[in-house]
């Protein structure tokens, strides 16, 4: 029997940084697959069709609600997003890793349909700092930076949720920790090791 892959989920505050550290991750480890979300937001600058988001209308996205064809989805700052099931479980059943960044909601759907998954929280190194990263970015009213910055208070609260946390201080620093999280559970005891010790056992027959 193949060995499962495993799932790690990808969570943190907006503007925290959590996309520019799968990104960089995804460069250094080609053999984990992102999982793509669909969203029914407008498209952002230097976003594209099918490797940032699916971008589809609010229409369609009912449509694969209705289908069942997301394995979560909700409604983050009056925008739906959801993940496809389909995707996801067949690299995971194939034996490959996928990183999902996701939002709060989305994970903790995640979570009851999937604890098998790792889930990982990216924490800014103070709220100071989110907040700056999230007026640098340049794409948010000074509205929806306070609405962003009340949720993220409220997001953090649900950190023991959570297998992981990184605090994303350095770039780097922060690779390297999700690195070496990925490599434990690729290590971690569980039910398909026991197959694997049954066939050494055979073989020493």
Same mark, same amino acid.
């Given at each position: 029997? !193949? /060995? /499962?892959? &495993? *799932? ?9 940084? !959590? ?5 960089? #991750?995804?460069?250094?480890?080609? +053999?984990?697959?992102?999982? =793509? ?10 976003? *594209? @069709? ?12 009912? +449509? ?29 059943? &194939? ?20 604890? @098998? ?29 306070? /609405?962003? #910055? ?10 023991? /949720? ?7 201080? !350095?770039?780097? &620093?922060? =690779? ?16 398909? =090791?026991?197959? *694997?010790?049954?066939?050494? !056992?055979?073989?020493?027959?």
């Amino acid at each position: 029997m !193949k /060995k /499962k892959g &495993n *799932l790690f989920v990808i969570c943190g505050p907006s503007g925290v940084g !959590k996309g520019t550290v799968c990104k960089e #991750l995804l460069k250094r480890r080609p +053999d984990i697959k992102l999982s =793509i979300s669909a969203t029914t937001r407008k498209k952002r600058n230097g976003e *594209l @069709e099918g490797v940032n988001y699916y971008f589809i209308s609010k229409e369609n996205f009912q +449509d694969m609600i209705n289908k069942d064809e997301f394995w979560e989805y909700a409604e983050v700052y009056g925008n739906l997003y959801g993940t496809p099931k389909k995707y996801v479980l067949e690299h995971i059943n &194939n034996g490959e890793d996928v990183l999902l960044e996701i939002d709060i909601q989305g994970a903790l759907q995640i979570k009851e349909k999937y604890p @098998e998954g790792v889930f990982i929280f990216i924490l800014p190194p103070s709220m100071k700092e989110l907040r700056n990263r999230i007026v640098n970015r340049g794409t948010d009213s000074k509205e929806s930076i306070e /609405k962003r #910055l009340k949720a993220a208070f409220r997001e953090i609260d649900f950190i023991d /949720k959570y297998d992981y946390y990184i605090i994303n201080d !350095k770039l780097e &620093n922060s =690779i390297s920790k999700l690195i070496s999280i990925i490599e434990a559970e690729k290590c971690r005891v569980k039910d398909d =090791i026991y197959k *694997l010790i049954q066939k050494y !056992k055979e073989e020493a027959k």
